[in-house]
T-cell receptor, first 115, second 111 residues
Framework: ETGVTQSPTHLIKTRGQQVTLRCSSQSGHNTVSWYQQALGQGPQFIFQYYREEENGRGNFPPRFSGLQFPNYSSELNVNALELDDSALYLCASSTGSYSGANVLTFGAGSRLTVL | AQKVTQAQTEISVVEKEDVTLDCVYETRDTTYYLFWYKQPPSGELVFLIR??????QNEISGRYSWNFQKSTSSFNFTITASQVVDSAVYFCALTYDKIIFGKGTRLHILP
């Protein structure tokens, strides 16, 4: 059973650029969620996808967008990058539509640095 | 407002000591779940325990135990006989229609 894999592991962008982060969910999981973790902080929920549709969103602006594909893998896209977007971006997968009971399986994250 | 507070920013204990991590939460919902996750240096969060708002029974699982008290809105987590491999950042989380994490407690287990 493979876990959650994320790519790239590290990347550096400049302010105003766009970035795409990728996530492959754990085998058998059909729900993917994304989190932003700034240094020294807890993860903050960005959004969640279930069966290719967004079904939950945190307090992030529209320049944070995503996709889920038929194989349940997912992308996080961030446009017009700002310095404050520098963070570890975590992807997590789970089963079923959103439920507070869902146990999340996390990837190791993509560390984004915006200069 | 929904909120999770982990007042302990960093804790250091000597191996084999017991250590308790504190978590206090705020919510208006009557149905919710509480979690503890561990984040080792590799980065991925690892699920440890889950409790729902209707089950205040406290349990022990191996070296882990937890104390859930709705009266004080606390969900504390204890590691018994700590080991160096327990060194990590520990997050408490509250879920209702979204998930909120605390800021984490960095735990150092000294050999």
């Amino acid at each position: 059973e493979t876990g959650v894999t994320q790519s790239p592991t590290h990347l550096i962008k400049t302010r105003g650029q766009q970035v795409t982060l990728r996530c492959s969910s754990q085998s058998g999981h059909n729900t993917v969620s994304w989190y932003q973790q700034a240094l020294g902080q807890g993860p903050q929920f960005i959004f969640q996808y279930y069966r290719e549709e967004e079904n939950g969103r945190g307090n992030f602006p529209p320049r944070f967008s995503g996709l889920q594909f038929p194989n349940y893998s997912s992308e996080l896209n961030v446009n017009a990058l700002e310095l404050d977007d520098s963070a570890l971006y975590l992807c997590a997968s789970s089963t079923g539509s959103y439920s507070g009971a869902n146990v999340l399986t996390f990837g190791a994250g993509s560390r984004l640095t915006v200069l | 407002a929904q909120k999770v507070t982990q007042a302990q920013t960093e804790i250091s204990v000597v191996e084999k000591e017991d250590v308790t991590l504190d978590c206090v939460y705020e919510t208006r919902d009557t149905t919710y779940y509480l979690f503890w996750y561990k984040q080792p240096p590799s980065g991925e969060l690892v699920f440890l325990i889950r409790r729902n708002s209707f089950d205040e029974q406290n349990e022990i699982s191996g070296r882990y135990s937890w104390n859930f008290q709705k009266s004080t809105s606390s969900f504390n987590f204890t590691i018994t006989a700590s080991q160096v491999v327990d060194s990590a950042v520990y997050f408490c989380a509250l879920t209702y229609d979204k998930i909120i994490f605390g800021k984490g407690t960095r735990l150092h287990i000294l050999p």
